[in-house]
């Protein structure tokens, strides 16, 4: 599986960005698909995921705001970004696995195919 993030930029605080990942490979609606986000100097963070394209999952960091959806037709995988804030600010990668279990989503370990990573700057 090759990985195509998109769709980041620069933005206001209080705007809108919607990534995309676009996926190759006929099964890719059997993998899972995760965001992580790495800002400079800090870990990489998980941001949400799509578990075998059934459950989606977002952590209590941005929930309310940001929401993943997934269409298999198109082999893409959606974050929605909303009410940005400059600490969103970060380079956004997307990541998907075949073999993750649910209660291991938010695991960087967990994923085998990784995207380039698109960066989203949120101005204040």
């Known amino acids: 599986v090759q990985l195509q993030a998109s769709g980041g930029g620069l933005v206001q605080a209080g705007g809108s960005l919607r990534l995309s990942c676009v996926a190759s490979g006929r099964t890719f609606s059997q993998y899972s698909v995760a965001w992580f986000r790495q800002a400079p100097g800090k870990e990489r963070e998980f941001v949400g995921a799509n578990f075998r394209g059934a459950y989606p999952t977002i952590p209590d960091s941005v929930k309310g705001r940001f929401t993943i959806s997934r269409d298999n037709a198109e082999n893409t995988v959606y974050l929605q970004m909303n009410s940005l804030r400059p600490e969103d600010t970060a380079v956004y990668y997307c990541?998907?696995?075949?073999?993750?279990?649910?209660?291991?989503?938010?695991?960087?370990?967990?994923?085998?195919?990784w995207g380039q990573g698109t960066q989203v700057t949120v101005s204040s």
């Open positions: 990541a998907a696995s075949y073999t993750v279990i649910r209660s291991n989503v938010a695991s960087q370990t967990a994923y085998a195919y």
